[in-house]
């Protein structure tokens, strides 16, 4: 049990017929009144995030979070296929499950799927990519003093913004978090 007192970032909590993160948390303690706690909850199933305060004395059960290590095999139609390298036991996902957390996932890269008592709600990609171009426009020469950018597809099929200078068949590397480009790899 944590009680509202002890709350901190990243702490997940089962509420409401619920599982919920704590995204943002404040003490508050007004002149006039009892203190309370003012926090900023992400629901982990459906994303959406809502906002609760508490008393200080409030107790809720804390949510265990299960994360496995597995590798994304390959999708066929509406599922998506993953293998525990560890016991080699495998399950499929449907795309509703997954959502756009294999943006930028290629076969064979291990992925981090995320459950809560065996029901798994997330599949977290990892943080950077190496990924190369497969379509992209041709720079142009002295276009460059603005940091103007263009789009690019990559492998996985999925549109990036580049700099000028990035050509067809360069790998770079992305932030899977925001979908940015980083570098020229």
Do not use: W
């Not at 509406?78 to 930028?104: C, P, R, V, W």
């Not at 690019?152 to 999925?158: D, K, L, S």
């Amino acid at each position: 049990m944590v009680s509202a007192g002890d709350f901190k970032n990243g702490i997940t909590l089962e509420m409401d017929n619920g599982i919920f993160q704590i995204v943002e948390f404040q003490h508050v303690k007004p002149g006039k009144g009892a203190a309370f706690v003012r926090t900023k909850l992400r629901n982990i199933v459906s994303g959406g995030v809502v906002e609760k305060t508490f008393r200080p004395t409030e107790k809720f059960p804390q949510a265990r979070i299960d994360r496995n290590e597995m590798q994304y095999l390959y999708s066929d139609g509406d599922l998506f296929h993953f293998m525990n390298t560890e016991n080699y036991e495998q399950i499929a996902l449907n795309s509703e499950q997954i959502g756009d957390a294999l943006k930028f996932v290629k076969e064979n890269e291990m992925v981090k799927i995320c459950s809560h008592n065996g029901n798994v709600f997330a599949v977290e990609p990892p943080l950077f990519v190496e990924l190369e171009i497969t379509d992209t426009e041709p720079g142009f020469k002295g276009d460059t003093a603005t940091g103007a950018t263009k789009p690019a597809v990559v492998e996985t099929g999925a549109t990036v913004y580049v700099p000028l200078f990035v050509e067809m068949n360069d790998k770079i590397k992305i932030d899977t978090r925001t979908g940015e480009y980083l570098s020229r790899v």
